[in-house]
């Protein structure tokens, strides 16, 4: 997957716009693109300007001008990929960047992989493998959360925590290493109540990484909500009401939702993946069951449920109420009264709320109708996102991959503890300390093979 050739693609998204870039990467880049370029000031050489500068001028075939353009020279090793790197600001027709694209690929070079600037900017060591996953994250981050975990792992934060962590334990492991080439003497290198403070120290921190992926998974991919209830309580008008828009269709005609519609709203920067579904209550409709058990499966993914009860119906809901949040005791579940329109003042006053206030601390009373306590409904929401682990930088861990690698390593330093413990024999120990060094490089690349590589770039966008 190494190559030394100069690559070429659109770093831009295809199609016609104002300005497109066509970037190249390899140790031939300046000099294929000076081959046709003509400054507008002179005759002046990309080959011999400073690096990051910006040149006005033509891309030219012959004596046939293709555009005019600004040409962005960086030299090596000062570059994003560490290699030449040319990036071409053309006009943004299809026809000029397909014209300037066959140009260069006719003087030799080769149009990029998915990635592969990044990860030429891996290999190249710009960046560690972690850093690396974060620039893909952060081009398809959609809110504020999303944006700021992915930049904060980009600006190297997670790789630098996984490094410290996998040096303090490779310098023991060292040690360990050494006594087994001194068996026969018996000795110890290794401090063993010092290595045992510091696996000690890992598996604290390992655990703290691993249960911020629960925080961290949500964020990046947007907080699944399922609005669950029975049929005509309003599912779908209040998720209309949301989302600002008539996305589900409302009928008085019980049963209308027979599966699920989701869509996303973005809430004080946390991205809320709303999930309207059908009805709970006994049918004899086929179609309406599947609905109703996909109701129970989107219950079972969501991180949040808004459970849904008709105003008029609140004295007899709380069984209803107390039977979803028994079959899902870990799930967090708001309670919501819609229909408080409907209320009389008696009735209103029977329940001692407001239609448009929230004095019940179990119940958020609103009217989706009306939109009355959508606003107080939104600000329980941004209440309940635990926001604080962004704001206070820590490290969050937001990747699939990572997570997995940690939880290995995690396995691994159990076992070193266990161990020690029954005073294990050192070559049995290295076996196991080995092995979290090498769940801990996976993460940042210290360990790689050409599978991972693969399996990771082939998810970028090819311009990057």
Do not use: W
């Not at 490089?441 to 590589?453: E, P």
Request: hydrophobic share 40%; charged share 25%.
């Amino acid at each position: 997957m190494i190559h030394d050739d100069t690559i070429i693609a659109l770093a831009t998204p295809s199609g016609m716009g104002a300005i497109s870039v066509i970037r190249l990467s390899g140790s031939d880049a300046i000099s294929i693109v000076n081959l046709h370029f003509k400054s507008k000031f002179g005759n002046k050489q990309l080959t011999e300007v400073k690096s990051h500068t910006i040149h006005l001028g033509s891309v030219v075939d012959h004596n046939r001008i293709i555009d005019e353009v600004l040409v962005s020279v960086f030299k090596n090793p000062y570059s994003y990929t560490g290699e030449n790197v040319v990036e071409i600001n053309c006009h943004g027709s299809v026809y000029i960047q397909q014209e300037i694209m066959q140009l260069f690929l006719s003087k030799g070079c080769r149009t990029a992989t998915n990635g592969e600037f990044t990860l030429r900017a891996f290999t190249n060591g710009k960046m560690d493998l972690s850093q690396a996953e974060a620039v893909a994250d952060l081009i398809e981050s959609d809110s504020k959360a999303s944006h700021q975990i992915a930049l904060q792992q980009m600006r190297g934060g997670f790789s630098s925590e996984i490094a410290n962590l996998r040096e303090q334990l490779l310098n023991f492991a060292s040690l360990i290493e050494l006594e087994l080439d001194f068996s026969e003497e018996d000795v110890e290198f290794a401090d063993r109540a010092a290595f045992k403070d510091l696996v000690n120290k890992l598996s604290t921190i390992l655990k703290r990484l691993i249960d911020s992926f629960a925080f961290g998974n949500v964020f990046k991919n947007g907080i699944p909500v399922a609005i669950v209830g029975e049929p005509n309580v309003g599912k779908s008008t209040l998720l209309n009401a949301l989302l600002n828009e008539d996305k589900a269709i409302v009928s008085d005609i019980a049963g209308t939702t027979r599966d699920a519609i989701e869509d996303e709203m973005v809430i004080n920067g946390v991205s809320f993946r709303f999930i309207d579904t059908a009805g709970i209550r006994e049918t004899k409709d086929i179609v309406e069951s599947i609905g109703i058990k996909k109701t129970f499966e989107k219950i079972e993914q969501a991180q949040l449920v808004l459970l849904l009860i008709d105003a008029k119906e609140v004295s007899n809901a709380k069984s209803k109420i107390e039977e979803i949040k028994n079959k899902y005791p870990s799930k967090r579940i708001l309670t919501i009264v819609n229909k408080s329109d409907l209320l009389s003042p008696e009735e209103t006053s029977t329940l001692n709320m407001h239609p448009d206030s929230n004095r019940d601390s179990n119940l958020i009373f609103i009217s989706a109708k009306t939109k009355t306590g959508i606003n107080q409904l939104i600000e329980e929401l941004t209440q309940l996102t635990n926001v604080g682990a962004l704001t206070n930088n820590q490290t969050i861990v937001s990747n699939s991959r990572h997570f997995e690698a940690l939880t290995n390593a995690l396995t691994s330093i159990k076992e070193v503890e266990k161990g020690m413990d029954i005073n294990l024999s050192s070559d049995l120990l290295a076996i196991d300390i080995r092995e979290a060094l090498h769940h801990l490089g996976l993460i940042t690349g210290a360990v790689t093979t050409d599978d991972l590589l693969g399996n990771i770039f082939a998810n970028f966008c090819i311009g990057k």
